[in-house]
């Protein structure tokens, strides 16, 4: 059984960003998904399951948040691109 905890926010919050509770609370899943993915704290699949959603479903909305599907390093891509 998954774990819960509960986050308290203005009431009105919801309205202001023009949203159901339903979405707010879709969307701050899934930021926090996002933002522990980001830090490379969890995995994608990690992330997907917490926002409820599939992997590559979480893969393809990251960048509304605006983080990287992939998080490559300068050399990385340099090394990348002289092995290929």
Known sequence: MPATMTIS???ALPDVLRQTP????RDA???MAA???????????A??????????????CLHR???A???LEPGD???????A
């Open 47 to 60: 992330a997907a399951q917490m926002a409820g959603i599939g992997r590559v479903e979480f893969l393809l």
């Open 29 to 31: 899943r899934m930021a």
């Open 35 to 45: 933002k522990l993915f980001e830090m490379g704290r969890i995995s994608s699949g």
């Open 22 to 25: 339903e979405e707010f609370a």
């Open 65 to 67: 948040f605006g983080v």
């Open 77 to 83: 891509v340099a090394a990348d691109a002289t092995n």
């Open 69 to 71: 599907m992939i998080d």
């Open 9 to 11: 926010y203005p009431e």
